[in-house]
C-alpha cells in the first residue's frame, strides 16, 4: 500500500487553509497549516525535523495543526488552531538556517496574522528572533520572555492536583509519588515543581543526568511504564499509552504535557475501564498557549497569569465532574466541550 502524497493530503484534509512552499534556496518544504480560525486567528508553534518525505511533514502539520484546534478551544483562550513544519533533509546550520528562517518569516507575515507562531521542536527562541525580523505574528522570542515551557510545566502541576482530587479525593501533592516521563524543558520543570509541592518523584530520562538534575530519584527509562506510583506524567513522545502498554500500568492517573499521548481513541476506554484517571492532553498541556498569549499579547503579570494557568485544572475538574455524572471518558467530554465551543462560534459568525 503506498503512503499519501501531498496531493492524497491535500484533497482529505478538513481543514480552513494549506500553505506549501518548496525553499529552493535550502532544499526545505515549508508547510503552514490552518486547521480552524473559528474562535479566532489560528496559534501553533513551528518545528523543523527531518522527515523521509515532504508528505510526512504535510502530515504532522496537519494531525498537530487539528490538536492545536482542540487544545485552543479547551483552553478557551480565543484563538484557532494552526501548526507550522519546516520539514528539511538535514538541520541546517549557518547562514542556511538564517535563510530559511527569514524567508519563513516573510511567509506567515503574508498571511496577514490569520497564522501566529512560537516555538516547537527544534526551533528556539533565538531561531524565531531571526523569524521575527520579518514577521510580527511570533511569541516566545529571547526578548518577550523566551520559551513557554515554564507555563506548560505550571499548567500540568494543577492539572495533576485536579487529577488527584478527583481520583484519591485531595489534590495534596505531600506523600504522593509522581513518575515524570522525559525530563526536558517542561518535564524538568514538572519534577522541580512536585518536589517543590512535597512529592516523591521517579525521574525517567534517556539522559539519565538531566534526570537527576531534577531533584528526583532516577529510574531507568526503559522502566518507566512498569514502576508503581500515584500519577504517570509522560512528557517526552506521544503514544506511550496503547493496548499493550495500559494493562502494564501501576498508577491512578494519567496526567503529563506530551502531545497524542493515546496511540488511537480506544485507548481513552482501555484507560477508563482499568480505573486510571487520564487528563486529556489537549487540555492539560495547553499552559505554554496560555502563558504566550496573556503574556505577550494581554499583558499580564505573573499574578494574572497563574490564575490562567490555575484554569487548567479547573476545566479539567469541570470535565471529570462531567464523566462521573454522565459515566464518559474524561477524553469524550473534553471533546465535547470543544465541540461545543467551535459549535457556537460557528452559529455567531452565521448569525450576528
Not at 480560525?37 to 489560528?42: R, V
Not at 507550522?84 to 528562517?101: D, S, Y
Not at 529510574?219 to 508503581?228: G, I, Q, S, T
Amino acid at each position: 500500500m503506498r503512503s499519501p502524497s501531498l496531493e492524497d493530503l491535500l484533497r482529505g484534509w478538513d481543514g480552513e487553509r494549506a500553505v506549501v512552499r518548496h525553499d529552493a534556496e535550502s532544499g526545505a518544504w515549508i508547510f503552514v497549516c490552518i486547521h480552524s480560525t473559528a474562535l479566532g486567528p489560528a496559534g501553533g508553534g513551528t518545528r523543523m525535523r527531518v522527515y523521509e518525505t515532504p508528505a510526512e511533514g504535510l502530515a504532522d502539520a496537519m494531525r498537530l495543526s487539528a490538536a492545536m484546534t482542540m487544545k485552543m478551544a479547551a483552553a478557551g483562550v480565543g484563538r484557532g488552531g494552526g501548526k507550522a513544519v519546516l520539514a528539511v533533509a538535514r538541520l541546517p546550520e549557518g547562514a542556511v538556517r538564517r535563510g530559511l528562517l527569514l524567508r519563513y518569516g516573510e511567509l506567515v507575515q503574508s498571511l496577514g496574522g490569520s497564522f501566529r507562531t512560537a516555538g516547537d521542536l527544534n526551533v528556539g527562541p533565538r531561531d524565531l528572533d531571526i523569524v521575527a525580523e520579518r514577521c510580527r505574528w511570533v511569541y516566545g522570542t529571547s526578548s518577550r520572555g523566551g520559551d513557554s515551557g515554564r507555563g506548560a510545566a505550571r499548567g500540568v502541576f494543577h492539572g495533576i492536583r485536579a487529577s488527584l482530587e478527583h481520583a484519591l479525593g485531595s489534590p495534596d501533592l505531600a506523600g504522593r509519588t509522581v513518575l515524570v516521563q522525559g525530563c526536558g524543558a517542561v518535564g524538568g520543570e514538572l519534577a522541580r515543581l512536585l518536589v517543590a509541592a512535597g512529592a516523591t518523584v521517579l525521574a525517567a530520562d534517556l539522559d539519565e543526568e538531566r534526570a537527576a538534575a531534577t531533584g528526583g530519584e532516577v529510574v531507568p527509562a526503559a522502566d518507566a511504564l512498569r514502576v508503581e506510583c500515584d500519577v504517570y506524567a509522560p512528557c517526552a513522545a506521544g503514544g506511550t499509552l496503547n493496548a499493550d502498554s495500559i494493562p502494564r500500568l501501576r498508577c491512578r492517573v494519567v496526567a503529563g504535557s506530551a502531545n497524542n499521548q493515546l496511540a488511537e481513541p480506544g485507548d481513552a476506554d482501555r484507560l477508563h475501564d482499568r480505573g486510571i484517571v487520564y487528563a486529556p492532553d489537549f487540555v492539560i498541556n495547553a499552559g505554554g498557549a496560555v502563558q504566550l498569549i496573556g503574556v505577550e499579547e494581554e499583558g499580564w503579570d505573573e499574578g494574572r497569569l497563574e490564575r490562567g494557568l490555575a484554569g487548567i485544572g479547573d476545566t479539567l475538574r469541570e470535565l471529570f465532574a462531567i464523566s462521573r455524572r454522565e459515566g464518559v471518558t474524561p477524553a469524550s467530554a473534553a471533546e465535547r466541550l470543544v465541540a461545543r465551543r467551535l459549535a457556537e462560534a460557528a452559529a455567531a459568525r452565521l448569525y450576528p
